[in-house]
Structure formats: C-alpha cells, structure tokens
C-alpha cells in the first residue's frame, strides 16, 4: 500500500525557513517522479516542484531560487528546503506521486 506522510510545517516569520519530509512507503521515491504541491485556504493546488527519477528538478516560478526539492532513497523520502518564505508561502503543503498517490499534507504559516 503505497503511504505518504508529511512533516515539517510549522510557524515562521518571513524571511525565514524550513525544511518539509515526505516519508515514503509501499514504493521506492527514487523509482517515480516526485512533485510537492500546496493549496492556500479558498484557492486551488498549485504545483510547486517536481523531481524526476533521473533527479533533475523543476520549480514553479514563483519559488524558484529559495526553494530546493530532493529526496534520500536510503531513507526513501522526498524533501522540501524552502528559503526566503513569504507571506505568500502560505499553504498546506503535500507530496505527491505521478501516480496521483498524496498525503495529508503539512501546514506552513510564514505571519510576523
């Protein structure tokens, strides 16, 4: 049975970072492509990075250069490193696979 489990989210001020996990079980991360993606209250999902089996990785526009994606297969577990959070971060952040496969998702709240 293929499981996802977010952590990682929390409270932060602007500016400042945190990192998400994405624990993996009933497949291998490094075997699919990986993407996170997040939903702000009131607005749909919006992709924001992806991982390929070969590893090369691709960022939304708006979180490219603060945020990196990657994943420890040894562990099998898909990562988050986001830098610079602004207001605009804001989101419930989950991993998801190209299977359509997500977990519950994280919260992350970047508020002086």
């Known amino acids: 049975e293929v499981q996802l489990v977010e952590s990682g989210g929390g409270l932060v001020q602007p500016g400042g970072s945190l990192r998400l996990s994405c624990a993996a079980s009933?497949?291998?991360?490094?075997?699919?492509?990986m993407s996170w993606v997040r939903q702000a209250p009131g607005k749909g999902p919006e992709w924001v990075s992806m991982?390929?089996?070969?590893?090369?990785?691709t960022y939304a526009v708006s979180v490219k250069g603060r945020f990196t994606i990657s994943r420890d297969n040894a562990r099998n577990t898909l990562y988050l490193q986001m830098n610079d959070l602004k207001p605009e971060d804001t989101a419930s952040y989950y991993c998801?696979?190209?299977?359509?496969?997500r977990g519950q998702g994280t919260q992350v709240t970047v508020s002086s």
């Open positions: 009933g497949f291998s991360v490094g075997s699919v492509v």
């Open positions: 991982i390929t089996i070969g590893g090369s990785t």
């Open positions: 998801r696979t190209s299977g359509g496969s």
